[in-house]
């Protein structure tokens, strides 16, 4: 496993993190104490999770998965933004968004659902148009003077939100946000433009979510949607469906023959080719069976040459 810094900061990331969306809360702890060990034992030391997930549970089961470990050789973070109560008393009021009180009640909750004293990376797990931004900025810097959490970052963020941010902070002397959460994978590369070099402008790392689109650039679905697939699910394959598109599988057999004649699983490749760009820290990768962590992992030591690049860049449309 290789390791970056975070931008410009002084944490170093594994190149492939583990992460928790739309895979550990089906599982029970026995299933997600195994893969966290698995992960940790092939070099990954970045796990990343988020209040919503399982609305709390999913943040119990990393907890308790991450409990056999020394906690300063791991790197845990977490993420703030989404309404989270089933059965809120007051809608609309204080249960969703970056506000203040939003921001440190559920800092607090997290801490107590992962069994922790801190979070290394607590994200805005969105931007939050409602509330004002310095109000957030100054959130974050407090919880960080506290000792609650130790950096923030955040997700899906525009250039300009990300700029804004980084703007105020200095001007307050505040700590700043070190690092951004996108979607990004070789069908969805929609942030290159301007997200990519403005996190590499101001010193951000980025850690790239979905790298292989949910499977889709394993190759699974090439040839249709397998039965018993995270894609049959009605609700689980709700986001894996609209990328099966008649171009996206004409690209997947290309890539998946090209990755054949490397000798290497086309997952690898589509995680390596991420970590082409130096703006990315980490790939966050899920899994629900240890194989795949085993596999994934490789694609830290997956160096793709130009020649290969460029015949992925004619795949993919460039």
Same mark, same amino acid.
């Given at each position: @496993?290789?390791?970056?810094?975070?931008? @410009?900061?002084?944490?170093?990331?594994?190149?492939?993190?583990?992460?928790?969306?739309?895979?550990?809360?089906?599982?029970?702890?026995?299933?997600?104490?195994?893969?966290?060990?698995?992960?940790?034992?092939?070099?990954?030391?970045?796990?990343?999770?988020?209040?919503?997930?399982?609305?709390?549970?999913?943040?119990?089961?990393?907890?308790?998965?991450?409990?056999?470990?020394?906690?300063?050789?791991?790197?845990?973070?977490?993420?703030?933004?989404?309404?989270?109560?089933?059965?809120?008393?007051?809608?609309?009021?204080?249960?969703?968004?970056?506000?203040?009180?939003?921001?440190?009640?559920?800092?607090?909750?997290?801490?107590?659902?992962?069994?922790?004293?801190?979070?290394?990376?607590?994200?805005?797990?969105?931007?939050?148009?409602?509330?004002?931004?310095?109000?957030?900025?100054?959130? @974050?810097?407090?919880?960080?003077?506290?000792?609650?959490?130790?950096?923030?970052?955040?997700?899906?963020?525009?250039?300009?939100?990300?700029?804004?941010?980084?703007?105020?902070?200095?001007?307050?002397?505040?700590?700043?946000?070190?690092?951004?959460?996108?979607?990004?994978?070789?069908?969805?590369?929609?942030?290159?433009?301007?997200?990519?070099?403005?996190?590499?402008?101001?010193?951000?790392?980025?850690?790239?979510?979905?790298?292989?689109?949910?499977?889709?650039?394993?190759?699974?679905?090439?040839?249709?949607?397998?039965?018993?697939?995270?894609?049959?699910?009605?609700?689980?394959?709700?986001?894996?469906?609209?990328?099966?598109?008649?171009?996206?599988?004409?690209?997947?057999?290309?890539?998946?023959?090209?990755?054949?004649?490397?000798?290497?699983? @086309?997952?690898?490749?589509?995680?390596?080719?991420?970590?082409?760009?130096?703006?990315?820290?980490?790939?966050?990768?899920?899994?629900?069976?240890?194989?795949?962590?085993?596999?994934?992992?490789?694609?830290?030591?997956?160096?793709?040459?130009?020649?290969?690049?460029?015949?992925?860049?004619?795949?993919?449309?460039?």
């Amino acid at each position: @496993m290789n390791y970056r810094r975070l931008g @410009m900061w002084g944490l170093k990331l594994s190149e492939i993190g583990f992460g928790s969306w739309l895979t550990l809360n089906r599982q029970d702890q026995d299933v997600a104490t195994a893969l966290h060990r698995v992960a940790y034992e092939h070099g990954i030391n970045f796990f990343d999770t988020a209040n919503v997930y399982g609305r709390g549970r999913t943040e119990v089961l990393v907890g308790k998965a991450l409990s056999p470990f020394r906690r300063d050789t791991y790197i845990l973070a977490t993420k703030v933004y989404w309404p989270f109560e089933k059965d809120w008393p007051f809608p609309e009021a204080n249960d969703r968004g970056l506000g203040r009180k939003h921001v440190f009640c559920q800092c607090h909750a997290s801490l107590h659902r992962l069994a922790t004293d801190y979070i290394d990376l607590y994200q805005c797990h969105r931007y939050d148009e409602k509330t004002p931004l310095p109000e957030t900025c100054r959130a @974050m810097n407090d919880l960080i003077s506290q000792g609650k959490i130790l950096y923030w970052g955040v997700s899906e963020w525009t250039a300009q939100q990300i700029g804004e941010a980084v703007g105020i902070c200095e001007d307050h002397g505040w700590y700043q946000p070190v690092s951004n959460q996108p979607l990004y994978n070789m069908l969805e590369r929609h942030w290159e433009a301007e997200v990519l070099p403005t996190c590499a402008r101001l010193g951000l790392g980025v850690v790239n979510f979905s790298p292989l689109a949910e499977g889709v650039l394993t190759g699974k679905y090439i040839d249709g949607i397998p039965p018993g697939s995270r894609a049959a699910d009605k609700q689980a394959g709700e986001f894996i469906r609209p990328r099966l598109t008649d171009d996206n599988r004409a690209r997947l057999a290309k890539l998946a023959d090209l990755a054949a004649g490397l000798g290497t699983p @086309m997952s690898n490749l589509a995680i390596a080719w991420c970590l082409r760009r130096p703006e990315i820290t980490s790939c966050i990768i899920g899994a629900t069976r240890h194989e795949q962590v085993v596999e994934n992992v490789k694609a830290s030591d997956l160096e793709l040459d130009d020649h290969v690049l460029d015949r992925i860049s004619a795949i993919l449309g460039g």
